[in-house]
């Protein structure tokens, strides 16, 4: 495919615009393994900023970083029933190793669980050695049928968050707070909006006590579930005799948490913000926030504007505001590309700004600022650039967010609708319907089958409508919940 050629546009097919700009922008490509992917330098470089800021923010609230081995026995997994029926269909098995057939199989990790509250064990005897709170970066590997780039891979890269605690109020406590800290980071650094609250049980996590999750609502009207945290009560504690001497003297399993973010969350960024020419990255995270253009006609020309760009490239790299970060610049000085095609390039590819310089702007001491979410055009000094930029830059980054939550508002039905009208909505553009729910499992089923929308989350009390509704949109009996419905990823 020719990077000059235009994207399939979101209207007519939204899952090819998808696939399109992921392998265009240069995010990502197909590996030779079927399944699994190539995560390239810019897609890559994204991951690494949302790594930096969600390790400072684990850090702050107190977790340290630790790893576990990518092999768990396969007897380690057996010993939780709930949990090896819930992963049985997605782990990939070894079952030789140098040669030989080994006396025990090994899984490849789909999540930690199991091997981790194994050595949690041997490490804890009394309430004193409580909590612990780890956090690993890590790959897993789960025998996907169906992948899509980022969305649902072979193969990805996580982090997975284990804690331990004497109580149950403080394991619950743990579950809350890390998703907060999600919710915080998608909205502050993704300008991603969600919905925070509870799975259902047919929803949850297996082998959880309760499954919290954050959901977003990506272009096309569908839910992205972009991260969970899980209370998984005593269940692992006592599968591998997690237990410890509490404050009376007594014998007590103790309760843990997990909760995890992946590299889904690229492709969260991508359905939320793109547009029919390419990605449109927050300032926050994009590896770069500003790429300049030297424009030129003779070599002399060439050597003034390069020059140029390149002093200020170097000033905003080490320079510093205190409640900025250096700003990340980068210039395309290549030599027998057009600056139209260079624009094009930088647009693809979700580059926050990008400055013009030309001859006359070297004369009259100015560049030529353009935004890439609003592609707004004006002339900015570079005496005022150390100033102005990190104002450009935030301003992108708060009025991504206000566009994104303008268009999940637009498209949230919160007003009591018939479920042959549900069926209408599911059918057609899709929303995310606020509805009444009696909570027979069966209802949800029906519902699912039906339409394929599924129940995202009984919402927190922040999200939930000015007036509960009194009947379940299916049945027409009482309602147990409002909860949001939609069709996902």
């Not at 789909?110 to 194994?118: A, D, F, L, Q």
């Not at 843990?256 to 359905?271: A, H, K, Q």
């Not at 020419?277 to 300032?283: C, D, S, V």
């Amino acid at each position: 495919m020719s990077d000059d050629k235009k994207l399939t546009t979101r209207a007519d097919n939204f899952s090819e615009w998808y696939n399109e700009l992921v392998l265009r922008s240069e995010l990502a490509d197909y590996s030779p393994v079927r399944g699994c992917m190539v995560i390239r330098p810019h897609g890559y470089g994204i991951w690494e900023r949302m790594q930096r800021a969600l390790d400072d923010m684990f850090k702050a609230t107190g977790h340290v970083n630790a790893y576990f081995p990518l092999f768990i026995p396969e007897s380690f997994l057996s010993k939780e029933a709930e949990h090896v029926e819930g992963f049985a269909p997605e782990c990939a098995v070894v079952t030789m190793g140098g040669g030989k057939v080994l006396e025990e199989r090994l899984v490849v990790r789909p999540t930690s669980e199991t091997i981790i509250y194994s050595m949690f064990a041997k490490w804890v005897q009394s309430y004193r050695d409580l909590p612990l709170l780890y956090n690993q970066w890590a790959n897993v590997v789960r025998w996907e049928m169906r992948t899509r780039l980022f969305l649902r891979t072979m193969e990805f890269l996580w982090q997975e968050g284990h804690t331990a605690h004497a109580t149950h109020d403080e394991a619950e406590e743990e579950t809350r707070r890390m998703l907060g800290v999600y919710r915080e980071f998608m909205e502050g650094y993704m300008a991603m909006p969600v919905i925070t609250g509870q799975k259902t049980n047919s929803e949850k996590f297996a082998g959880a006590l309760r499954t919290y999750a954050c959901e977003a609502m990506m272009q096309d009207n569908k839910a992205l579930q972009a991260g969970t945290s899980h209370n998984l009560g005593q269940n692992f504690a006592k599968a591998f005799d997690l237990s410890f001497q509490n404050e009376q003297g007594e014998q007590a399993f103790a309760w843990n948490t997990s909760w995890g973010v992946s590299t889904r969350m690229i492709g969260g960024l991508v359905m939320t913000h793109g547009d029919d020419a390419g990605l449109r990255l927050p300032p926050k995270l994009t590896p770069i926030q500003m790429v300049i253009v030297p424009i030129w006609k003779t070599e002399e020309e060439r050597a003034a504007t390069v020059e140029m760009a390149k002093r200020i490239a170097d000033d905003l790299g080490s320079f510093k505001r205190p409640d900025h970060e250096r700003i990340r610049v980068h210039v395309d000085d290549r030599v027998g590309v057009k600056p139209g095609a260079k624009y094009y390039h930088w647009e693809l590819r979700g580059i926050p700004l990008r400055m013009e310089i030309g001859p006359r702007d070297l004369a009259s001491n100015t560049g030529m600022l353009a935004r890439r979410d609003t592609r707004e055009k004006r002339p900015i000094s570079f005496d005022t650039l150390r100033t102005e930029l990190p104002v450009v830059l935030d301003l992108i980054q708060a009025d991504m967010l206000a566009a994104a939550r303008a268009r999940v508002e637009a498209n949230t039905i919160r007003e009591r609708i018939s479920y042959d009208k549900f069926k209408e909505v599911m059918d057609g553009p899709g929303a995310f319907v606020y509805a009444g729910w009696n909570g027979d499992p069966a209802v949800e089923q029906q519902v699912k089958e039906e339409t394929k929308a599924t129940i995202r989350v009984i919402p927190d009390l922040e999200y939930r409508s000015p007036e509960a509704p009194t009947t379940c949109m299916v049945t027409g009996e009482p309602a147990k919940y409002e909860v949001v419905w939609a069709r996902s990823y």
